[in-house]
């Protein structure tokens, strides 16, 4: 059987949706939900493990996997800084997080930006443009 096209893949979905059924495996959901609970879980286990892998790609390109200041490497405590501010405009923008990341990815990763992270990130913010480290 040769794979749907686009067209049929929504056919599928709105026929399915209209018979109250999962619209990605087809078995039986409660009333109101589009995807049974398996389908759900392994939908946001892929999505979790999408925008991570855009963020070690974002992370990479802009200096590593470690804080340009003091050398912090947990994946989970990076974030991406604006060098000379102006993050705040730019969240209100087009969004922060993952948004941000694909914006960085769509605009062909430009300057301006590099790895800190959010205790540097946030030092830096209140403190005037210079993280707390590089007072010292």
Known sequence: MSPLTAK???????????SGICTRCG???VLE???????KTHRNAYHVYLNKQLKLEVLTIYGGKKCACCGETE?????IDH????????RKKIGSGTAFYRW?????????????CHNCNHGKHINGGICPHQQI
């Open 104 to 116: 960085l990815r769509h605009s062909g990763y430009p300057e301006g930006f590099q790895v800190l």
């Open 75 to 79: 994946l989970s405590f990076l974030s």
């Open 83 to 90: 060098i000379n501010g102006g993050g705040e405009q730019q």
């Open 27 to 29: 078995k039986n959901v």
């Open 8 to 18: 049929q893949q929504r056919e599928q979905r709105k026929n399915r949706i209209n």
């Open 33 to 39: 939900v589009r995807e049974c609970d398996v389908c």
